[in-house]
């Protein structure tokens, strides 16, 4: 049987024609070749993080701090990588994070990221702020598998448009991300007082929705500045509360996770409030500076809510023992986030879809060597802290 660590195989014999990857396999470098590729104001927003992007390396250093302590002789020849997570079945514990406006990336933006994760079955999970609409995105996965990430607007009106819209439009799960009701201080974005909303970009849900456009005196295409002012006034939402959440289970047959849920009574509310999954998010780092890396969160979330609703996690996902530690502690999937955003600046569709053969090839390899067949072999007694 195939399986993603062939990639491996086929970079070496490759090399016997002379031909190495064009495009770069190591992390760092993929990086480097990103913030060239793109324009500085666009790097400086994904690469950013809030105040002194304290949280940023934070979870970075929070994997560091887990070990690897592989298995021997377990027979790994035949392996499967695939999961079930809210009735998606996905061929392994990876789906891309939501990151909006790739517009100022690339141009084909969120359909390039669609078409890549298609081909190779990862679910996307996309951002209320992209820059194509949820439409457009849909068309280009195909069959491919698909969530949507929800920024609660503050107008109940545009928030149910946009939950039957993502529902028509068949994307599998609604992901309500609660930690950016309102933008934090970043200021990377602050010095080139750049706000790419600001100047329509990413803006295109809204932009595309009737219920925002009934809010306009004149439609967008002809008065993109009204469009701009008006989504000012729907996008910030930190009225919102717990009991608030109703309105959002009561206009989705989907099932609903939270994005951003750090701590473990968060997790015990998301429960009372019915919600199906939580992912444990800080945002990359890009909400509030000097909070608690998401590894560090992930058991306390995990041991609140029991094996009642999947956790996911994000922030830092960088490589296969990124992911197999997050497993470790209880994570069912992780989502690769700025990393396939640099593939796409790097080289739109086919640097998203390198970045992810990369990824699961890594991490197919990595669990084999760690005596791990399956995501479901996967528990903390494959860890170790390392002392100090
Ligand atoms: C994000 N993230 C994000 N999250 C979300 O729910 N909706 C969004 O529109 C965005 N937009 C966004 C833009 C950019 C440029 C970045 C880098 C991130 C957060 C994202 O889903 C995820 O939580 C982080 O990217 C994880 O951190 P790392 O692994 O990318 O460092």
């Not at 990124?322 to 790097?346: E, F, S, T």
Request: net charge negative; glycine share 10%.
């Amino acid at each position: 049987m195939p399986s993603f660590g062939d990639f491996q195989s086929e970079i070496y014999l490759g090399g016997l024609q002379g031909v190495t990857p064009e495009l770069p396999v190591s992390m760092a470098e993929l990086e480097r070749r990103a913030q060239g590729a793109m324009a500085p104001e666009a790097w400086d927003y994904v690469a950013g993080g809030a105040g002194l992007e304290d949280t940023v390396h934070a979870n970075r250093d929070a994997f560091r701090r887990w070990r690897i302590v592989p298995r021997h002789l377990r027979g790994v020849a035949e392996r499967e990588l695939g999961v079930d997570v809210l009735g998606t079945r996905i061929p392994a514990p990876v789906l891309l994070a939501p990151i909006g406006v790739q517009g100022i990336v690339h141009p084909d933006a969120e359909v390039a990221v669609a078409r890549a994760a298609s081909s190779l079955g990862v679910p996307i999970v996309l951002s209320t702020l992209s820059s194509k609409t949820m439409e457009e995105v849909a068309e280009a996965c195909g069959d491919g598998p698909r969530w949507y990430q929800l920024y609660w607007p503050n107008e109940p009106d545009v928030t149910k448009s946009f939950l039957s819209r993502a529902e028509a439009a068949a994307y599998g799960a609604v992901v309500v991300t609660l930690d950016t009701n309102l933008l934090a201080w970043r200021p990377r974005d602050l010095q080139r007082a750049f706000l790419p909303f600001l100047r329509a970009e990413g803006i295109a849900n809204y932009t595309s929705d009737p219920a925002f456009r009934a809010g306009l005196d004149r439609p967008p295409e002809e008065e993109v500045m009204g469009a701009v002012l008006r989504w000012v006034q729907v996008y910030p939402h930190p009225q919102a509360t717990w009991d608030g959440l109703a309105l959002i289970r009561d206009h989705t047959r989907l099932p609903v996770l939270l994005k951003g849920v750090l701590h473990p009574d968060d997790a015990r509310k998301a429960m009372e409030a019915g919600v199906d999954g939580l992912i444990v998010s800080n945002h990359g780092g890009r909400q509030v500076d000097g909070a608690i890396a998401t590894l560090d969160a992930l058991p306390g979330v995990v041991d609140a809510v029991g094996s009642a609703v999947p956790v996911l996690l994000d922030s830092g996902i960088r490589t296969g023992a990124d992911a197999v530690k997050a497993l470790a502690l209880g994570a069912r999937a992780v989502l690769l986030g700025r990393p396939y955003i640099w593939g796409l600046g790097v080289a739109g569709e086919d640097g998203v879809r390198h970045v992810l053969r990369c990824f699961l090839a890594d991490l197919d390899l990595t669990m084999a060597l760690s005596g791990l067949r399956s995501p479901a072999g996967i528990d903390r007694s494959l860890l170790t802290p390392i002392p100090g």
